[in-house]
């Protein structure tokens, strides 16, 4: 090889380590730069959960001195507002949710309670001594709480940075705590929070009530409900790997196999839920099959007199809401989601938890109130497309029997779904349709 040849080889060589140097730099200046933003967010969010849960505090301490309908109201909505922001502050922090039962039950709580007691005043009853004596026991859990988080933010105000799930300290690069710990500490705050009992949809006696479908079957054994989730999954056992068992209200054993997830109940051995985790991405059947697919499913795991209601698309999976049928009334506490892959019509998904939560026998359907009267109360605005007859849930746990009329207004043709109480004639809800091409939506 010429000398010539040998310059040209070493300079195309340089040139080409030069070019990937500076690559390097980009790459590194880019990733410094999204570690940046990424900090700065972390950052926010802290500070912005601090910032709400002192004027959760704050709203908390007043409520103490409200005597009147409209200054309880006014808490309620503040409340709400800046419990809401916490929780929305909390997801967007490197922590591990799981952990964090206590919180979010301590902050949906909170809001659910002061919005129970201006309910109660507006009627122009009296706080009970119980009732303030628990605002107050919610104002100790928020000033621990509050704490707990102000020396986080007082951490990060020092110096610190929120990396790697990690809080490290800016000078000498050590760890200064985990933020995941920080908060699984702060968890401690409510290690002996009390029982609320009141009328809300995050009661201790809704939140922790048994399901009716399985408190009183037997235990089956975790060989008994393996071969329940080899059915469920058409395979034979010995293709499922134990994966341990979970206690909440409706306690489980687990089970995985080739990216399925499935839970079945130690009492009575039902499928729970199953989760697939990898992703569809084709459509080769059509919406129909999909809902074909799923009722002739759950009829094939023991659920049996289930009514399709909407089904949607997302992501190529098909989920179909069916509810509880029988005599003609649609039970819609009686839930049951299921997903079918849209590019081979194997089941996906199913959620079964609130059919055995609330899935029982129940009195005979029953109305003081004729159909054309309640038809009477709708707007003027409206016409009615149908109707039916069905049970509701309420916000507080409790049923309600109701006809749904399917309306359409006039002026816009939209359409809605309006529930009249078949006892009181009072309008006990109204969801939107949302029509699309990959289905129903209701809002």
Known sequence: MSNRNIIRLFSYAVCIVAVLAAYAVIGNNQSAAYKTRLEAVYQ???????????SIETNLTKSGYAATATMMSSLSEDLYTE????????????????????TYKFL??????????????????????????????????????SK?????????????????????????GAKVASLSLDFTQAEDAFSDYPTLLYDGPFADAVLNREPFVTKNLPEKSKEECAKEAAKALYVTVDKLTYAGDSNGTIPCYNYTMDGYNVAITKNGGYVSYILGSSSVKTQTITQENAVNIAAAYLKRLGYNNMTETYYAVEDNICIINFAYSENNVVYYSDLIKVGISMSD????????????????????YSTKISEKDMQSILSGYVDMISSKQCVIPKDNGTEANCIEFHCRNKTTNEEALVYINTETGEEENILMLLYSDNGTLTK
């Not at 990060?156 to 490290?168: A, L, S, W």
């Open 44 to 54: 926010q969010s802290l500070t912005e959960l601090s910032e709400c849960l002192d």
């Open 83 to 102: 419990c809401s922001t916490a929780k929305n502050a909390l997801s967007n922090l490197p922590i591990e949710q799981m952990n964090l039962s206590g």
């Open 108 to 145: 949906s709580q909170t809001a659910d309670y002061a919005d129970y007691l201006s309910s109660k005043t507006r009627t122009g009853a009296q706080i009970s001594e119980e009732e303030y004596q628990n605002m107050q026991k919610l104002l100790e859990y928020a000033k621990a709480y």
């Open 148 to 172: 707990c988080v102000n020396e986080m933010v007082s951490k990060c105000t020092n110096g610190g940075e929120i990396t790697d799930n990690e809080i490290k300290s800016k000078n000498s």
């Open 345 to 364: 019509g194997k089941v996906y998904s199913l959620e079964a938890d609130g059919y055995l939560t609330n899935h029982r026998d129940r009195a005979a």
